[in-house]
């Protein structure tokens, strides 16, 4: 319950923790589509990323709420049944298809942009990608590219210039993907042939509603948050989400409060519990909706994360693709992970603790962890390197 529209800072990370259901308890069986609708109904969206150093991005965050699971129920989800489809929600994305027409606005932009330098640079070339892709689909920018033979630059099918008509006409909603090749790379279908005819037909709401809904739906995912905290999760314009927050709150759909510490005014969605413990333990990607908001991150925990994987290697801090650890409504520790699938090993690159962490029940924790997701990615052993204030005692822990 609030009391005169505040939330004390534990209330806050508690609230933060719970409506992204990292609180929930793991299924004690096989994990089947059900618990993966339940955790996109938390979620609301899967950040894609193609950095495979552990799991791809979009994989980590089910494990982090659902254990062990098998990765092709996911694939099988977006790519064979279309329950879900890629878009920009939060960059890249795998988003229910129900959120299709909210998303319409964005493809309507992009087709109103006049930013698009192929289409300038080559007249009727991306009209002719989008004919190809019709009769071909579905296609990869590598189907469209020259016989080897052929010069590189300057014939009519350039493996760049089609990979850079099919992103056009995937921001304008001409084409969908349809599925990904072995290498991750994405193979393109007209919409009539990916998604499903209901969606397709379902009426397309205005801009200003759009926004209000997918504002919505990232207050419950967030459960609070300030304006720019909501309007980053499905990367909408600030100004105009301001206005759209302002008209939730007349509507009863979201409550304006104050949140101890927090500087900016925030917005809890009423359907979002506060509970008075939360019980989570889980590694986070770099891309999981409760740290993608750095300042968001900082301000509920104290954690200051930013990921490095395009910083040169003697420069990064913590390392290249580090995982922070929750623990009950903390972040407790972060460590550097690598998966190394020829040794057979989950490589802790590095560990650090946070001064909040309590370092035996925090490495107990965290070693149980990264074991679950060794075994999770078939690999046999977990090993600590030397590197990191917590590294001595997790080595410890993780050997005994």
Known sequence: MVRSGVLSAGEARRVAVAALGLHARRPAGAVDRRHVRAVLRSVALLQIDSVNIVARAHYLPLFSRLGAYPTGLLDRMAYRDRELFEYWGHEASLLPVAVHPLLR???ARAARSDAWGIARERPGYVEAVLAEVGARGPVAAADLEPP?????RGTWWDRSDAKRAL???FWTGEVAVATRTAGFERRYDVPERVLPAAVLAAPTPTEDEAHRALLERAARSHGVGTARDLADYFRLPLTASRARLAELVEAGALLAVAVE????PAYLHPAVAVPRRVDACALLAPFDPLVWERARAERLFGFRYRIEIYVPAAQRRYGYYVLPFLLGDRLVARVDLKADRAAGQLRVLGAWAEPTADPAPTAAALAGELAALARWLELAD???AARGDFAPL???VVAS
């Open 167 to 169: 992103e056009i006409l």
């Open 382 to 384: 977990v090993t600590v």
């Open 105 to 107: 606005w964005r493809m």
């Open 261 to 264: 510490g927090w500087a900016e």
């Open 394 to 396: 997790l080595a410890r």
């Open 148 to 152: 080897r033979t052929s010069p590189r």
